[in-house]
């Protein structure tokens, strides 16, 4: 099959998915820059990566193919006219001061075989990797003496690969990022959908070259018909608009569902606070319930856009529009405000569903996953000592590439 990409709900059984195994970048993060590279704390790296592999097990056990973004960006890079391609765009996005350092970046890249190079580039570039630049320019000199420790930024949030692209029916969207840090993560998707022979011509909904932020975190296929997008820190009205004009209409797409949710750290994505679990249930966080303001999205017979704000409770709009006589709300942390919060904070209704009903959790959220038992959802729980530092759970940290029609 060509073009493989096949996302049609966000519980039909997980047939590939796309992972990042975090590493050195991990180790690039200090306190004084934590903030900036949407951090809040530092991650044991040996664990975090002892417990990825868990969850890709896991995966694997339960039906899926897992890629890996480096495997699949490294085959691309083979090709020398576009490894070089690659760099020169990869590195005049990495705010590199001068052309004499950026000749010198890839001079120092290019010594690595493609792979090595290519985890290089994620981890980040500290100025001590490379003992000397030639001919220095006056910026170079400069900078030197101010002792900013990196020539190119680690990426710590790539193992949140949920966000940089999101699969929708038979296309993605190449998002642009709503911070200059993650970014740059999105040039490999790019590279893997322009180039990759197995993903290549895959359409584009959204490029990542447009003006509006939009992140994967914030896009849901709730069905063939139906997507819910989230309005948030990350993700704006605008970008929406746009894929509202693009998607509607095409395929079996109906209607988008504009969740416009808090903006804040804690909710930064839709997905932090709300998903899907089963046909007819989902996670929800209680602290955006009241604040939620939900919109519909249709495409007139004019080929315009309608677009309504709607009035009532979510599950009744959930049912109306997902054409369920009833939908099952779950609350995280069991509805409580104290664990609620507290199990949000490390992306308890952060579920990644593996087929209806079963789904995948952090452990460490475990009055949330007794109210998904309770509420006859199987689920399969994973360790998080250190993977949820990084604020993502395992949805965020997953691509769905293919998954199996629901019928
Ligand atoms: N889909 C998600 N909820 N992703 C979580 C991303 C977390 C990451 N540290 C960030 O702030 O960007």
């Known amino acids: 099959m060509k073009n493989e990409v096949h996302v049609y709900s966000e519980i039909g059984q997980l047939k590939t998915v796309l992972l990042h195994k975090p590493y050195h970048e991990i180790e690039n993060l200090v306190p004084e820059y934590l903030e900036r590279l949407l951090f809040d704390d530092i991650a044991y790296i040996k664990q975090a990566r002892i417990e990825h592999d868990v969850f890709a097990d896991l995966l694997r056990k339960n039906g899926a193919e897992v890629l890996y973004l480096s495997d699949l960006v490294s085959e691309v890079l083979e090709n020398e006219e576009i490894k070089n391609k690659f760099l020169d765009e990869f590195i005049d996005e990495g705010n590199v001061s001068s052309v004499q350092l950026k000749k010198t970046l890839i001079e120092y890249l290019k010594n690595f075989e493609t792979k090595d190079m290519v985890e290089k580039i994620i981890s980040g570039i500290r100025t001590k990797d490379i003992p000397e630049i030639k001919n220095k320019s006056l910026v170079d000199m400069v900078n030197e003496r101010e002792d900013y420790p990196f020539y190119l930024d680690p990426l710590p949030?790539?193992?949140?690969?949920?966000?940089?692209?999101?699969?929708?029916?038979?296309?993605?969207?190449?998002?642009?990022?709503?911070?200059?840090?993650?970014?740059?993560?999105?040039?490999?998707?790019?590279?893997?959908?322009?180039?990759?022979?197995?993903?290549?011509?895959?359409?584009?909904?959204?490029?990542?070259?447009?003006?509006?932020?939009?992140?994967?975190?914030?896009?849901?296929?709730?069905?063939?018909?139906?997507?819910?997008i989230g309005i948030s820190q990350r993700t704006t009205a605008k970008a929406i608009q746009s894929v509202a004009k693009r998607i509607l209409g095409k395929e079996s797409f109906e209607t988008i569902l504009a969740f416009n949710i808090p903006k804040a750290r804690a909710y930064m994505h839709l997905d932090t606070v709300f998903t899907m679990v089963d046909h007819d249930s989902f996670t929800i966080h209680p602290g955006i319930e009241g604040p939620l303001e939900l919109y519909s999205i249709r495409m007139d017979k004019d080929n315009s856009l309608s677009i309504k704000f709607e009035k009532e409770e979510l599950s009744t709009i959930l049912s109306k529009y997902l054409d369920l006589p009833s939908v099952n709300l779950i609350r995280c942390g069991g509805g409580d405000f104290i664990d609620a919060g507290r199990e949000q904070w490390s992306d308890g209704s952060n579920t990644l569903a593996i087929s209806p009903g079963k789904v995948l959790c952090y452990d460490r959220n475990y009055v949330t996953n007794e109210a998904l038992r309770k509420n006859g959802i199987e689920v399969i729980e994973m360790p998080s000592y250190e993977l949820s530092r990084g604020r993502g759970g395992p949805r965020c940290m997953s691509m769905p590439l293919v998954r199996e029609d629901l019928n």
């Open 157 to 228: 949030n790539l193992y949140f690969q949920r966000d940089p692209f999101a699969t929708i029916g038979s296309g993605i969207t190449l998002n642009r990022m709503s911070t200059i840090t993650r970014n740059r993560e999105t040039i490999f998707a790019k590279y893997i959908f322009d180039y990759h022979s197995r993903f290549k011509g895959v359409h584009k909904w959204y490029d990542r070259n447009e003006k509006y932020a939009l992140e994967g975190g914030d896009e849901l296929v709730l069905s063939n018909k139906v997507l819910a």
